[in-house]
Each structure stands twice: as structure tokens, then as C-alpha cells.
């Protein structure tokens, strides 16, 4: 089956660098803030619970991220805060688009000789256009890549709409990611390839019950070993 | 030259839809919010302040807006007023993501004449994607269009980028859009078409001195003249 694959799609945050260690980070100062008002666990939930609701109106990303722990502070306050804390959230904010991009071990080498085979390597991301921009252009790997293809949502439609934009099929397609739910499931499900390569923490709104049957994708424990498998094309 | 063509892309805000107006209108909104702390001058040029202070961290889109807008609310009352007001400004952009899209005049026509021609259609904005993909949903002209191509910045290099993306020459590629500064003078530039459809209000962010002399772009009152630029193709 591989030989017949030109385009090679690969997931960003916590596929070619880090990402949702961020935001568990900027979660706990969140947490933090709003001590006087509840627990760590309580005030999670809360804003996991504003984020799924706004997630058709804002999608995903940082500026999302921060509108909605807004929200949440002005929900748990009971509009009762000193309005500094807004202020701090927006910092939180600032502070996470500033982040430097740690690449992951091996992605650099990998993308290096994919790219020498010859294949078309694009990144296929849910984040903001100008979050992922700005970190592939600090990342120093841009110039592996086709293009960035960004996708509201990564489901069964827009990887069909993806391949209709690439004018491929879905067999000459291959995408490698950290999550099941995203970069595997809907690839496989629409004829795809794929190849899973976890991350150790996943966002909560990722997980998927791992044990669904899946023929004809691959788990793989470092994106080095993306090289062996097409070693031989 | 118009033989040469291959891929119209075509500016979404103000070229296909209207979209300006409503921005001006939650300006108004703001403004009246905060009218106990100054006149809405004032208050639309340290809005207009914060927004291009911004524009680097947040970019183009309705979560910008709304997280400058929470910036200024804070700036311009000192922190003093009652957090009540950010709730409020989280409904103006909720609003703003909710309206329905008004089609411009002509446009569905146009669009449905130059696809049975077999041109390659794009929409090229730099919205944010989320909101640009609602819209296009909405709109009820989706089918036209190959794909949405969202830039983080319309810029002689942003264009090369989408040129390359399409892997076309910039002599096979016509701009259509309201923007001399986004749509037309980069294009231009880079050896690309243009065509300038004015629209009633342009953000001043958008606004050039349209007296700069350039050649080989045609200026148009109404989106149906395109097609009669193309009726000989």
C-alpha cells in the first residue's frame, strides 16, 4: 500500500513539537488564581465545560482557550472578582503565544529525508492559523513543508475536503499524529493511512475508547521510525 | 493576459458578504458601554490602539476583536469598572459570530458563470478560519469554490506562499477584493491580476493612498462586471 502515497500530513502540537504540556500549565495558574473559590478539580471541570460549549462558536487555539477561561472566571466569581484577574488571564494568554517551540526528538531528521524521497509533506493542523504559523516559523522546519493546511475540525468531512484540496485520493494519503480521535480514526474510516505516535498527555476532549478495532494504521513510539517503514520506497 | 488564467481567488469580508458594518456597529456598542469614561473617539482610537498592538500576538477575526475590546474595557476604566461589563463584551462577539450572511449584490451569479467556465475558484482571506467556514456554510455558495485558502496576512509574501500552495505562476492568478492594501497592490507586485471592487466602509487599518500608480488593475462598481471581463474566455 505505500507505494501508491504522495502526501504525507502531519499533526503539530505534540506530533512535531510540544504543546498540551502548555496548556496543563497555564490550567494550573488558572487554578490557582481562583483558589478562594473552589478546588483544582471543580474549577477544571468548569472550564472544560465552557470550552466544549463554545466550541463551535470559537474553535481551537490559544485566543479560544483564553475567551473561555474568561467565562469560566466570571461564572465562578459570580461576577464578584476584582476585574485584575482579567487582566492576568490575558497575560496567561500572551505568555503562551510567546512560548518558544520545543521540537520533538527525531522530527527534524525525519522530515529531512522524507522530504529527500520526495514526498509531499504538508502539516494538517485544528490549531490557529497564526499560533501554528508562528511556531513552525520559529521551529526552523518550514522548510520541509508544502504547506499548512488548517481544518476547523478534523473529522471523516474535512479530511474529505482535504484530499479534494490536495486533488489526491484517499490511498495516496498518509498522516501521522499524537491523536486517535483526530489524526487517525477519520483517516482510516475515509481509506487512508495513518500512523499513531502518543504523546504522554492528551486533552481530555482527545480521548477515544483506544480499543476500537482499526486495521491498517500504525502505533509507533518515536516519529524516527517513520523513516524505517519507507526505508524501502 | 486573461487567457493566462487559471485560479480566481476572491477576498471573502466586504467582497463576497458584508461583514464591515456589523464590525462598526459593536464599535458603537462599545463605545456606548463605556460613555461615563469618555467620547466615542476617544474610546475607537484606544481601541483601534490596542488592536494593532495586538495584531502580531492575536491576527485578523471576531476573537481578536473581542479580546482587544476586553483590553481597552480595562485600560479605559483603570480596572474600576464592574466586571459585569467583559460579560457583556463576550456577548457582543457571540452576536457577531451568530449573524446571519448577507450575500452582495451579483455574487452568486458571477461565481456560478466562472465555475462553468472551469475556472479554478478560491476564497483567499485572512480571516480567522472558523468564522470564514461558518460564513461560507451559510452563504450557500460553498459549492464554487475549490477551497478556503486562510492567510495569516495578505503580503507579497503571503501571496508567493499561496501561489506555491497552488502551484501556479502568479500571471495564471486574478485577485478579486475590496481592499487596494489586502487584495490588490501585493498581487499586483508579485506580477499577479487584480481586479478592485470598492466596498461603502474599509477598516482604516485597511485604508492606503489609492493615488500610488499601478498598472495592469482594473477597478469594477459591481462584482457582476467580472464576468464580462471574462464573457470572450
Known sequence: ??????????????????????????EMEFAEML?????????????????LANLDRYGYGIKSFILSMIETALFITNNKANISIINDIIDIG?????????????????????????????????????????????SGIEKFFHHIEIMSDK?????????KHLDINAEEFM???????????PVIDIGGNA?????????????????KDLKFYREMEDISEVVKLFSSY
Chains 1, 2 share one sequence.
Do not use: C
Open 175 to 185: 498522516m501521522v499524529g499524537n491523536s486517535m480521535k483526530s489524526d487517525i480514526i
Open 155 to 163: 473529522t471523516e468531512f474535512s479530511y474529505r475536503k482535504l484530499l
Open 35 to 51: 483558589s478562594d473559590y473552589g478546588d483544582e478539580e471543580y474549577i477544571n471541570n468548569e472550564f472544560l465545560r465552557f470550552q
Open 195 to 211: 500512523i499513531h505516535i502518543p504523546f504522554h498527555t492528551t486533552w481530555i476532549h482527545e480521548q477515544v475508547d483506544s480499543s
Open 1 to 26: 500500500m505505500l507505494e501508491k502515497i504522495k502526501v504525507i500530513g502531519f499533526d503539530a502540537d505534540d506530533t512535531l513539537w510540544v504543546n498540551e504540556p502548555f496548556y496543563r500549565q497555564s
Open 94 to 138: 500572551k505568555r503562551m503565544i510567546d512560548k518558544p517551540v520545543e521540537l520533538l526528538d527525531g522530527v527534524k531528521a525525519t522530515l529531512e529525508v522524507l522530504s529527500d524521497k520526495g514526498y509531499t509533506l504538508i502539516v494538517a493542523t485544528k490549531g490557529d492559523l497564526l499560533d501554528q504559523e508562528r511556531k513552525l516559523n520559529k
